[in-house]
């Protein structure tokens, strides 16, 4: 397995000479600076492989090898009028990508909204900090701050009285904080961010757009991407709609095995592959992980390992628990991917995703789930269980 690990550009608050100190020798990163819709120059992505190869030395050698993610633009995802050339300008990006030896990318086909948390700092009895999402705050967002169009017509009356019990406890504080988590937009985001009224017009894109439209979209940019990156050797790894499930009255395809394999029975192209983000897909109590990670073997040209712990009176409310405790079982996860690799003699590409902010991160500006400390736990929890089962099963 490759250990990977997520920077964020120059601005990143962990630098690579931090990055370096964890083990991990490949770095997954973005032009993050580069307007969605446009494409990536040459020279740009030149730039930003070398920034990240600049500290190697013969002992010690890190490469950009995975982007995350090349931003689809909205446009695409309607099939808007004019989305034709920011196609090109995604086929443009994964050429010039390919020709730097840079040959995975990740990317998703979430409407409007990347991943999305209630709560950055949500502590746990042990004093560390995580993220989490409420679903009772989530829906008060939606019902009583951004008053969406007949949002009440998505929840039941229970969850509209939970809902309203949550707003009603909020102080105005919390309310701005709560606005700015989930619509100005979380580290990494590859949609805009957006005011309350920007972000209900983006919304109103949506009203005719349901689950068979957006996904006949996404195979028709993928029907056009995918010649270009089977001939310069690109893997493509979708990455789930995180939370896996509608919000906002958005369809979400990218949720669940049946989705994947609607997604793959479509388009079969090798070159068509996923992120098995194993928190995102571990927060449906339905998504059994050991299983997809075994079922998904070629597909999975990417893995996201975190795990999650979800309410059990709400089992969409979740937070982001250690990478070896959570109801998902990592160890599962890691033994059939290490079991595809030698299968299919290859490796695959591995992060540590999210890492609790502690220690010394406590009190330093971090990206949210991107702190160093939390996250190198988590690459080194990782770590032991890849060098255990390896050694076991040889
Ligand atoms: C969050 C990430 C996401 C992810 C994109 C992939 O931590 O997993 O931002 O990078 O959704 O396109």
């Given at each position: 397995m490759r250990e990977s690990w997520r920077w964020f550009g120059p601005n990143d608050p962990v630098s690579?000479?931090?990055i370096r100190q964890t083990g991990a020798t490949d770095i997954v990163s973005a032009l993050h600076h580069i307007p969605i819709g446009d494409a990536w120059p040459i020279e740009a992505i030149r730039e930003h492989k070398a920034l990240i190869e600049a500290g190697n030395n013969t002992d010690s050698q890190m490469h950009w090898t995975v982007v995350e993610s090349i931003p689809v633009h909205d446009d695409i995802k309607l099939a808007a009028p004019g989305h034709e050339q920011y196609i090109e300008n995604w086929i443009t990006t994964l050429n010039n990508l390919a020709a730097q030896g840079i040959k995975t990318i990740c990317y998703n086909f979430m409407p409007v909204i990347d991943w999305t948390r209630t709560d950055l700092k949500y502590k746990l009895p042990n004093g560390v900090y995580a993220l989490r999402f409420d679903q009772d705050r989530f829906a008060a967002f939606d019902l009583f701050i951004l008053e969406?169009?007949?949002a009440k017509d998505d929840y039941s009356a229970d969850e509209l009285k939970r809902a309203e019990t949550s707003f009603k406890?909020?102080?105005e504080d919390d309310i701005a904080q709560l606005t700015r988590t989930i619509i100005a937009g979380l580290p990494g985001k590859m949609t805009d961010a957006y005011t309350l009224d920007d972000f209900r017009k983006a919304l109103a894109r949506y009203a005719d757009v349901d689950h068979d439209v957006l996904r006949s979209n996404l195979f028709?940019?993928?029907?056009q991407v995918l010649p270009h990156a089977e001939s310069s050797g690109i893997e493509l790894a979708i990455h789930p709609d995180d939370p896996p499930w509608d919000m906002f009255g958005l369809p979400r395809i990218i949720c669940t095995p049946k989705d994947l394999d609607v997604l793959f029975g479509q388009l079969p192209s090798p070159a068509n592959g996923m992120t098995l983000c194993v928190g995102t897909y571990g927060s449906r109590p339905d998504n059994d992980l050991p299983q997809m990670?075994?079922?998904?073997g070629p597909r999975i040209h990417f893995a996201h390992l975190r795990g999650v712990s979800r309410d059990a009176d709400e089992p969409r409310s979740f937070y982001e628990a250690n990478h070896l405790q959570s109801d998902i079982d990592m160890v599962g996860v890691i033994r059939h991917l290490l079991g595809n690799e030698r299968a299919l003699k290859r490796e695959i590409f591995?992060?540590?995703?999210h890492g609790h902010q502690m220690m010394a991160d406590i009190n330093k500006t971090a990206n949210p789930g991107y702190s160093a400390i939390g996250r190198m736990k988590g690459?080194?929890?990782v770590r032991g269980v890849i060098k255990a089962i390896s050694a076991i099963d040889g």
């Amino acid at each position: 397995m490759r250990e990977s690990w997520r920077w964020f550009g120059p601005n990143d608050p962990v630098s690579l000479d931090e990055i370096r100190q964890t083990g991990a020798t490949d770095i997954v990163s973005a032009l993050h600076h580069i307007p969605i819709g446009d494409a990536w120059p040459i020279e740009a992505i030149r730039e930003h492989k070398a920034l990240i190869e600049a500290g190697n030395n013969t002992d010690s050698q890190m490469h950009w090898t995975v982007v995350e993610s090349i931003p689809v633009h909205d446009d695409i995802k309607l099939a808007a009028p004019g989305h034709e050339q920011y196609i090109e300008n995604w086929i443009t990006t994964l050429n010039n990508l390919a020709a730097q030896g840079i040959k995975t990318i990740c990317y998703n086909f979430m409407p409007v909204i990347d991943w999305t948390r209630t709560d950055l700092k949500y502590k746990l009895p042990n004093g560390v900090y995580a993220l989490r999402f409420d679903q009772d705050r989530f829906a008060a967002f939606d019902l009583f701050i951004l008053e969406r169009e007949n949002a009440k017509d998505d929840y039941s009356a229970d969850e509209l009285k939970r809902a309203e019990t949550s707003f009603k406890s909020m102080t105005e504080d919390d309310i701005a904080q709560l606005t700015r988590t989930i619509i100005a937009g979380l580290p990494g985001k590859m949609t805009d961010a957006y005011t309350l009224d920007d972000f209900r017009k983006a919304l109103a894109r949506y009203a005719d757009v349901d689950h068979d439209v957006l996904r006949s979209n996404l195979f028709s940019f993928l029907g056009q991407v995918l010649p270009h990156a089977e001939s310069s050797g690109i893997e493509l790894a979708i990455h789930p709609d995180d939370p896996p499930w509608d919000m906002f009255g958005l369809p979400r395809i990218i949720c669940t095995p049946k989705d994947l394999d609607v997604l793959f029975g479509q388009l079969p192209s090798p070159a068509n592959g996923m992120t098995l983000c194993v928190g995102t897909y571990g927060s449906r109590p339905d998504n059994d992980l050991p299983q997809m990670a075994l079922d998904y073997g070629p597909r999975i040209h990417f893995a996201h390992l975190r795990g999650v712990s979800r309410d059990a009176d709400e089992p969409r409310s979740f937070y982001e628990a250690n990478h070896l405790q959570s109801d998902i079982d990592m160890v599962g996860v890691i033994r059939h991917l290490l079991g595809n690799e030698r299968a299919l003699k290859r490796e695959i590409f591995i992060r540590p995703d999210h890492g609790h902010q502690m220690m010394a991160d406590i009190n330093k500006t971090a990206n949210p789930g991107y702190s160093a400390i939390g996250r190198m736990k988590g690459l080194a929890e990782v770590r032991g269980v890849i060098k255990a089962i390896s050694a076991i099963d040889g």
